[in-house]
């Protein structure tokens, strides 16, 4: 079992950074994926990011790439986005989540945080 916790979310001027954590307890991450998705109001969920937690490799959405980056912590078994030149489209709850490397779905998910984008 793998907790996840998310914070960092809040209302931010366009332009603006923001860097939102999502703190892992219940196991190590060794052979998993940790991934950032984003929901807006009426639309589905979708991927943001994701980062493979031996080796760092990271994956990011076309629309993000060059404004946000995700890393992690390996000490404090966290995992972080860095976001920049934010945009109202940006504007969404955002979720962390966790899979094993072997699998194709992501098995943990927290309970959101929420992100505001103002113009």
């Known amino acids: 079992q793998v907790q996840l916790e998310e914070s960092g979310g809040e209302l931010v001027q366009v332009g603006g950074s923001l860097r939102l954590s999502c703190a892992a307890s219940?196991?190590?991450?060794?052979?998993?994926?940790m991934g950032w998705f984003r929901q807006a109001p009426g639309k589905e969920r979708e991927f943001v990011a994701a980062?493979?937690?031996?080796?760092?490799?990271?994956y990011y959405t076309a629309s993000v790439k060059g404004r946000f980056t995700i890393s992690r912590d390996n000490a404090k078994n966290t995992v972080y986005l860095q976001m920049s030149s934010l945009k109202p489209e940006d504007t969404a709850v955002y979720y962390c989540?966790?899979?094993?490397?072997?699998?194709?779905?992501?098995?943990?998910w927290g309970q959101g945080t929420q992100v505001t984008v103002s113009s």
């Open positions: 989540a966790a899979r094993n490397v072997r699998s194709t779905s992501y098995s943990y």
């Open positions: 219940g196991r190590t991450l060794s052979n998993y994926v």
């Open positions: 980062i493979v937690w031996d080796g760092g490799k990271t």
